[in-house]
């Protein structure tokens, strides 16, 4: 029970991380409200972990405004925040059209930055009252760390929300708040977004391999490596980890 007590709001949780990490922290004792764009699989979804949930388009400031009230009245406040929900687009940067590239950065970026906005004031009230910790993830990768030529607006995206989560771990501090806000960056984790390099007619389990050969430890990821380090930085055991970025890349970095 790491996360007994603690409210939290999951972006992106119909699929994949989000879901894992919904799924986890339920199990943690956390109250989770799980939002995403898919309406129909996250009524599935969420109906299945027995959480509530809102239909929400992290690129709309508006519905951000509904997603913090459903956590005011479905939890009763907001501790934790997970923007989790992403695209990943691949292309180079001459394959990658103004509106592809657009697109990914409404979603991974704007995303991010409108969810951090939007939750800080509902966060700040509840863990003044509570007397509580609060703190905000936000899914980046380790493609915001390290480049390739086939993910340039991805590449983008990425390296922004790593930077814009440390503004606002130093705007919280400086606040004197007991909210923290750190980074994740994941290499390939078997979740639906690596349909993204699927070539047509090309089998999901030879893209698995190929993807597992460029990794030290000889394979890609499980939604679970990503969710139990969300538990962790979520938690009051990480309570001095602010600003900070944790890869989960299976070695790739330390080359
Ligand atoms: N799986 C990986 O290999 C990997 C690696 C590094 C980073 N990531 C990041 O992790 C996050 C989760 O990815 P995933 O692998 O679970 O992918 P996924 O495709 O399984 O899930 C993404 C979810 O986000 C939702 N979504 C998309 N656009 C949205 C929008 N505008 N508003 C609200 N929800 C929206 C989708 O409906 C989907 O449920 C993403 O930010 C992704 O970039 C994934």
């Excluded at 339920?26 to 129909?40: K, P, R, S």
Aim: aromatic share 4%.
């Amino acid at each position: 029970m790491r996360l007994a007590g603690k409210k939290a709001l999951i972006t992106g949780a119909a699929s994949g991380l989000g879901l894992r990490i919904s799924a986890r922290f339920l199990e943690e004792g956390a109250q989770v409200l799980m939002t995403d764009l898919n309406a129909e699989a996250l009524r599935l979804e969420a109906e299945r972990l027995g959480a509530p949930f809102i239909a929400h388009d992290v690129t709309s400031e508006a519905q951000w405004a509904a997603a913090v009230d459903a956590a005011r009245e479905d939890l009763g406040g907001l501790n934790i925040l997970v923007n989790n929900a992403g695209i990943g687009p691949s292309g180079t940067i001459e394959e990658t059209s103004l509106e592809t590239w657009r697109q990914c950065h409404a979603v991974n970026l704007d995303g991010t930055f409108l969810g951090c906005r939007a939750v800080l004031p509902l966060m700040r009230e509840t863990v003044t009252r509570e007397g509580s910790r609060g703190a905000i993830l936000n899914l980046s990768s380790i493609a915001g760390v390290i480049a390739g030529a086939n993910m340039a607006a991805y590449n983008s995206a990425k390296a922004a929300v790593r930077h814009l989560t440390k503004s606002v771990a130093l705007h919280c501090a400086r606040e004197g708040l007991p909210i923290r806000a750190n980074s994740l960056h994941p290499a390939f984790i078997d979740t639906p977004i690596l349909d993204n390099f699927l070539k047509e007619g090309s089998d999901r389990a030879a893209l698995l391999d190929k993807l597992g050969r460029q990794i030290p430890l000889g394979c890609v990821g499980e939604p679970d490596d990503v969710a139990f380090a969300a538990v962790y930085l979520c938690s009051d055991e990480a309570k001095f980890v602010t600003g900070a970025e944790l890869f989960i890349d299976g070695g790739i970095s330390a080359q």
